[in-house]
């Protein structure tokens, strides 16, 4: 059974940068699509980015300039590198995988696992 643990959330100052991460334990992530996710009260979830089995990153227009999507094979870890941290970036952060996941976009059907989140804060 896949388990997917967020971790690297945290109090952070506008401006500054974070990496969360999202490991696998005992299981391994080759082969699945990886996305990160986030979630503001009374906000839909939606996505952020997202990367292939093969290394493809996508970003939605938000997160583009400023986030970096990588992985880890062998450590089982995908990662999300935030840079100029926003308030508006104070959001619960979720990290999901799937075979179909990021097949064409950051939302694109077919994330089958999900992460509990890792909440980020940050203040002005």
């Known amino acids: 059974q896949l388990r997917l643990v967020e971790s690297g959330g945290g109090l952070m100052q506008s401006g500054e940068s974070l990496r969360l991460s999202c490991e696998a334990p005992?299981?391994?992530?080759?082969?699945?699509?990886l996305g990160w996710f986030r979630q503001a009260p009374g906000k839909e979830r939606e996505g952020v980015s997202c990367i292939t089995s093969g290394g493809t990153t996508k970003y939605v227009d938000s997160a583009k300039g400023r986030f970096a999507i990588s992985r880890d094979n062998d450590k089982d870890t995908v990662y999300l590198q935030m840079n100029a941290l926003k308030p508006e970036d104070t959001v619960v952060y979720f990290c999901a995988a799937g075979l179909a996941a990021c097949d064409h976009a950051v939302s694109t059907p077919g994330y089958n696992d999900w992460g509990q989140g890792t909440q980020v804060t940050v203040s002005s």
């Open positions: 005992g299981y391994g992530l080759d082969f699945l699509g």
